[in-house]
């Protein structure tokens, strides 16, 4: 069931990005962090603390920090659908960041693919 909002919010944010794949891929990120502030503020404290790293991830461009808050958030049965939909945005944004280093051949943005492949 987790992947299936995963997809969905995926889809809604290709939706909400129109054709513009220049500014996407500069925004994606910035949005997927205040997007994950703005549905996880009223969160369990604790909740809220691991969304305030992923966002704080997100901002650092420390994506295998983000891949990993993401993942852990991800698996949470008390989560509503908006803030799936959020983790989702947030996991297409840095995993297009994650291939575009990897292409551009940087070996840290590689092995973070590769851990991330592993462990599916």
Avoid at 37 to 52: G, W
Avoid at 93 to 99: G, P
Wanted: net charge neutral; glycine share 6%; with cysteine.
């Amino acid at each position: 069931m987790t992947k299936h909002w995963a997809y969905i919010g995926v889809f809604a944010a290709l939706l909400a990005a129109g054709c513009s794949k220049d500014r996407v891929e500069e925004a994606t990120v910035q949005e997927a962090s205040k997007k994950t502030q703005s549905v996880f503020a009223t969160s369990k404290p604790e909740v809220k603390a691991d969304a305030d790293k992923l966002s704080e991830s997100l901002n650092q461009s420390d994506f295998g920090s983000a891949i990993g808050r993401i993942e852990s958030l991800s698996v949470r049965p008390d989560l509503n659908p908006e803030q799936r939909e959020a983790l989702g945005v947030a996991r297409m944004a840095v995993m297009e960041k994650l291939r575009e280093g990897a292409a551009a051949g940087d070996k840290q943005a590689e092995e973070i693919l590769e851990t991330h492949r592993a462990r599916k």
